[in-house]
């Protein structure tokens, strides 16, 4: 049944919404539904979307105790490309081949003397893997947190819609927040069309991007909501419609808007937010956003209970102004692609 509520969906927004006057959609996949082999987790991107998480690690000072094999370089926030001089395998090889020797070990812990010995390996060990790689959203299926409106629901709906999910409490502590997550699609926009951007958000609870203040103390048993009762919290969340050049530069006439400036409430409800511009001289594309900024854990209750996260969901984007404008908007890629993948879908279940 669900194959068949989507095939209608797609008809009716290919063959009756244009002889109806009404705005196209612009959007591949707009509700994030996946493909069978796209499987919720930190890689699972919904089909057509780009989800870019910055730093790749926490952007702290090195360098890191057990980092033996990079000389001591790392003085500064590392960046991607060089691994951030991570404490990997081939320190465990520097340390090896010197175990028993005087030899120097770089970023040697500091209470340890004399010859390389077995605790410089124990601290190896411990430091092995850091800085961690970020993991601050994904996509997800959570049934208690789906948004389901008339006509939503598509399929491979397991466990409810898909929706992306952002973790705050992945990031750094409140006093060095330093990540950026975004999650984006890019379509080809022309300069004085007007663009309305549609999104759904919602925060749970304890959503660090919800408060003005984080939660006092530690543990994980509340006894009250919210506490709000500690530091201020860093943690901001925004929707954008960004506009952009050849080059990929923002245009003036972008717009953003800050979710809990704009009303978006902390009680784990879906709160639809909409954005217009006019695409101004130069646009070549434009770029529909949702934007978390320096994820803080907030204490109490633990991210176990699923109570500091957003979610967002159904997002649209349309264009309107002037006769070329039908001829402007590309064709309905979203229910072309998301028909493939339905096909494919039939031929995985009847395996």
């Given amino acids: 049944m669900r194959f068949l509520s989507f095939t209608a969906a797609c008809g009716l927004a290919i063959g009756v919404l244009p002889a109806l006057g009404t705005a196209q959609e612009l959007l591949t996949n707009p509700s994030f539904e996946q493909s069978p082999n796209t499987v919720s987790g930190p890689h699972g991107t919904p089909i057509g979307w780009t989800l870019e998480e910055l730093p790749r690690v926490p952007a702290q000072a090195g360098p890191y105790r057990g980092d033996y094999n990079n000389g001591g370089v790392s003085t500064t926030p590392c960046l991607p490309s060089n691994y951030c001089n991570a404490v990997d395998a081939a320190d465990y090889t520097v340390w090896r081949d010197n175990l028993g020797t005087n030899f120097t070990l770089p970023n040697r812990h500091t209470t340890l003397t004399g010859p390389v010995n077995q605790f410089d390996y124990d601290i190896w060990k411990a430091d092995f893997g850091f800085p961690r790689t970020a993991d601050f959203a994904q996509s997800a299926n959570f049934s208690h947190i789906a948004f389901k409106p008339l006509g939503s629901e598509v399929f491979f709906d397991t466990g409810g819609l898909w929706s992306v999910w952002f973790e705050p409490?992945?990031?750094?502590?409140?006093?060095?927040?330093?990540?950026?997550?975004?999650?984006?699609?890019?379509?080809?926009?022309?300069?004085g069309l007007t663009y309305t951007m549609e999104a759904h958000a919602l925060f749970e609870d304890y959503f660090p991007g919800g408060v003005d203040n984080l939660n006092a103390g530690t543990g994980s048993t509340p006894s009250g909501a919210p506490f709000n009762d500690g530091p201020a919290s860093p943690t901001d969340a925004f929707f954008g419609l960004d506009f952009l050049d050849s080059t990929g530069a923002v245009l003036t006439g972008s717009v953003?808007?800050?979710?809990?400036?704009?009303?978006?409430?902390?009680?784990?409800?879906?709160?639809?937010?909409?954005?217009?511009?006019t695409a101004p001289a130069g646009t070549t594309h434009v770029r529909v956003r949702a934007t978390m900024i320096d994820g803080v854990l907030n204490p109490l209750p633990s991210p176990q209970t699923f109570q500091q996260s957003m979610f967002v969901d159904l997002f649209s984007l349309t264009a309107s102004g002037g006769a070329s404008a039908a001829a402007a908007v590309p064709e309905p890629n979203s229910c072309l692609v998301l028909l493939g993948v339905g096909g494919a879908l039939i031929a995985y279940r009847r395996s």
């Fill in 169 to 191: 409490y992945n990031g750094t502590t409140s006093g060095n927040p330093d990540n950026e997550t975004n999650l984006t699609q890019t379509v080809p926009a022309t300069p």
């Fill in 256 to 277: 953003q808007i800050e979710l809990k400036a704009a009303g978006q409430p902390s009680n784990t409800t879906w709160m639809k937010h909409t954005l217009v511009g």
